[in-house]
């Protein structure tokens, strides 16, 4: 039972363009998320976090947007660069038995120049 | 330059065999966390430990061990009861549980 999903295993952009990555989660006691940026054969790096009392949130050009009613968020990357190209993994946690972390399955964003 | 370090890189091992996993932190960190990445899967939680000499179970702890007897160290075993543990692991910490971890740069095991 995936309570984090990210259902598009890849994404191709021209570079200059916006690169938007989704993720749905199922778990009503989700109430943070994150996004993280993973290289190959590197760990994850922690990119950009939004708590529930926020809709957005925004840090250069990533931008986190999170709709509660839909369990939807999504990461917009604005302008897309060549060094984007990685994996996304979004994440969520909560409180009680959601306190750790739960990753999505990821997404290959590939940024073509 | 604090950071989280995972070794060896790439780790083989015969079947049968108990192999241990080092991850090593200079941040400072309260928890720290072990992952298991398979092809195409997002990050599973196999053990993870809020403090010295405390450790709790992940997701997927079955074949598995830990030990947290220093703030700065987090061994992980994969035993031989373990089913199938060709795989990516990854070593994580955070300030306190909750906050954003920090990811080492992961341990590739493979059984021969």
């Known amino acids: 039972d995936q309570q984090v999903k990210q259902n598009s295993p890849s994404l191709s952009v021209q570079e200059g363009r916006i690169s938007i990555l989704n993720c749905d989660y199922t778990n009503s006691m989700f109430d943070y998320f994150l996004w993280y940026k993973k290289y190959p054969a590197e760990g994850p790096t922690f990119l950009i976090s939004i708590s529930s009392i926020k809709d957005k949130n925004e840090d250069g050009r990533f931008t986190v947007f999170l709709n509660k009613s839909a369990k939807h968020l999504s990461l917009h990357i604005v302008p897309s660069q060549p060094g984007d190209s990685a994996v996304y993994f979004c994440?969520?946690?909560?409180?009680?038995?959601?306190?750790?972390?739960?990753f999505g399955s990821g997404t290959q964003l590939t940024v073509l120049p | 330059d604090g950071g989280i370090t995972q070794s060896p890189k790439y780790l083989f091992r015969k079947e049968g065999q108990n192999v241990t996993l080092s991850c090593e932190q200079n941040l400072n960190h309260d928890a720290m966390y072990w992952y298991r990445q398979d092809p195409g899967q997002g990050l599973r939680l196999i053990y993870y430990?809020?403090?010295?000499?405390?450790?709790q179970k992940g997701d997927i702890a079955e074949g598995y061990s830990v030990s947290r007897e220093k703030k700065e160290s987090f061994p992980l075993t994969v035993t031989s009861a373990q089913k199938n543990p060709t795989a990516f692991y990854l070593c994580?910490?955070?300030?306190?549980?909750?906050?954003?971890?920090?990811f080492g740069d992961g341990t590739r095991l493979s059984i021969l």
């Open positions: 994440a969520a946690s909560g409180s009680g038995s959601a306190r750790q972390l739960t």
């Open positions: 430990s809020q403090i010295v000499n405390d450790f």
């Open positions: 994580a910490s955070s300030p306190l549980e909750g906050q954003p971890q920090h």
